[in-house]
């Protein structure tokens, strides 16, 4: 079983639908969450980094740890055709390499 | 202008050769790493540094070599012992607040 697990899609929605994307992961240690969002033939930039459990909020982005239940959500709202990309989750202990889920393709149409 | 270079953007190799992607970063950040990016497998690690004159091996170190012999940079080398070298390459720092950062990547292909 990889550390992080990630449904790859794609997902397509429709411009302004509300977008949720999930990753799992198994080691109780990780501390630090992170979702990065890559444009085509890109690096990943960061989006969203949450220290253990709760919510984060950003604009149109919210990110939710629950580490009861080892479950990383991502939510996009008034979702963009700006928003096309794929996203990456990713979970880290202190001071260690990053462990990234596979991405999720996401396309949004206008 | 700050962050992490990576050159060239594109990079073309024959068989049998050896070649080395460039990454550069005035961020002062200590760790650096390289990651390999295929479709569908996501990102992962070839080496990594944490130190100046220290690397370590990722989980897909076999036909590749680093260095680290300045804090700014940490060159990658594809050796013809890597079969199968075409792929998205990503250079990566990583900062104190335990988040990691991006170059913009190295698409390398076999010809």
């Known amino acids: 079983q990889k550390e992080v697990e990630q449904d790859p899609g794609p997902l397509s929605v429709p411009e302004g639908a509300i977008v949720s994307l999930n990753c799992t992961y198994s080691?109780?240690?990780?501390?630090?969450f992170m979702w990065y969002r890559q444009y085509s033939r890109k690096g990943p930039e960061l989006l969203m980094y949450?220290?253990?459990?709760g919510n984060k909020e950003d604009g149109r982005f919210t990110a939710q740890v629950d580490k009861s239940s080892k479950y990383i959500s991502l939510f996009i709202r008034d979702s963009q055709p700006s928003d096309s990309a794929t996203y990456l989750c990713?979970?880290?202990?202190?001071?260690?390499?990053?462990?990234f889920g596979k991405g999720t393709t996401l396309s949004v149409s206008s | 202008d700050g962050g992490i270079t990576q050159s060239p953007k594109y990079l073309f190799r024959k068989e049998g050769q050896n070649v080395t992607l460039s990454c550069e970063q005035n961020?002062?950040?200590?760790?650096m790493y390289w990651y390999r990016q295929d479709p569908g497998q996501g990102l992962r690690l070839i080496y990594y540094?944490?130190?100046?004159?220290?690397?370590q091996k990722g989980d897909i170190a076999e036909g590749y070599s680093v260095s680290r012999e300045k804090k700014e940079s940490f060159p990658l080398t594809v050796t013809s012992a890597q079969k199968n070298p075409t792929a998205f390459y990503l250079c990566a720092t990583h900062g104190d607040t335990d988040t990691q950062y991006f170059g913009p990547g190295t698409r390398l292909t076999v010809l």
């Open positions: 990713a979970a880290n202990q202190a001071g260690t390499a990053l462990i």
């Open positions: 080691n109780s240690a990780f501390q630090y």
């Open positions: 540094s944490q130190i100046v004159n220290d690397f």
């Open positions: 961020l002062n950040h200590d760790a």
């Open positions: 949450t220290y253990s459990s």
